[in-house]
T-cell receptor, first 112, second 111 residues
């Protein structure tokens, strides 16, 4: 049972435009959400997170939005840059459980 | 990240042979995890540890065992490797509330 889903395996965006990556979850107990970025031959690295008490968190070009009623979160990257080309994973956890549940990932390609 | 290293980085092994992957951390972190990454499946938890000698199963633990005799080392063993265990394996440290730091991964090929 996939509790965290990323329904778009891949996404291509022109450089300078907005990239929007989506993630859905089914477990209503999740209260903390994270995005990781992964380059080839490297481990995933933390990008941005959001707690369930918020609906938006911003860090430079990256903004994560959380819609708890829809059990949906999204990552916005604006403007997109070639270095943003990577695989992005969303992840979720709930208070008291140290394990993260990851989505299947979305490969983002920024077209120069 | 220098705080967590995995060895080996690459390994090719034959079906039926035992294989041990090592994760070493210098952060003195209590929690350690082993994940595998496969196309279409993302990152799936194999086993995790919440302290020395304290380990538990993740969602894809069949065919794998782990050991943690020291805080800094978390070993993943494939008792008898199968082709379905060809994957990229990642070790991580951290907690759900603060996120994880991942190692660089081990690419394992079972032929």
């Amino acid at each position: 049972d996939q509790q965290v889903k990323q329904n778009s395996p891949s996404l291509s965006v022109q450089e300078g435009r907005i990239s929007i990556l989506n993630c859905d979850y089914t477990n209503s107990m999740f209260d903390y959400f994270l995005w990781y970025k992964k380059y080839p031959a490297e481990g995933p690295t933390f990008l941005i997170s959001i707690s369930s008490i918020k609906d938006k968190n911003e860090d430079g070009r990256f903004t994560v939005f959380l819609n708890k009623s829809a059990k949906h979160l999204s990552l916005h990257i604006v403007p997109s840059q070639p270095g943003d080309s990577a695989v992005y994973f969303c992840a979720a956890s709930n208070f008291g459980n140290e394990k993260l549940t990851f989505g299947t990932g979305t490969r983002l390609t920024i077209i120069p | 990240d220098a705080g967590i290293t995995q060895s080996p980085r690459h390994k090719v092994t034959e079906t039926g042979t035992p294989v041990t992957l090592r994760c070493h951390q210098t952060e003195n972190h209590r929690y350690m995890y082993w994940y595998r990454q496969d196309p279409g499946h993302g990152l799936r938890l194999i086993h995790y540890s919440y302290g020395v000698k304290d380990t538990d199963k993740g969602e894809v633990s069949d065919g794998y065992s782990v050991s943690r005799s020291k805080t800094e080392d978390f070993l993943l063993t494939l008792e008898s490797a199968t082709s379905s265990q060809t994957s990229v394996y990642f070790c991580a440290i951290g907690t759900g509330g603060y996120g994880y730091t991942f190692g660089s991964g081990t690419r394992l090929t079972v032929v």
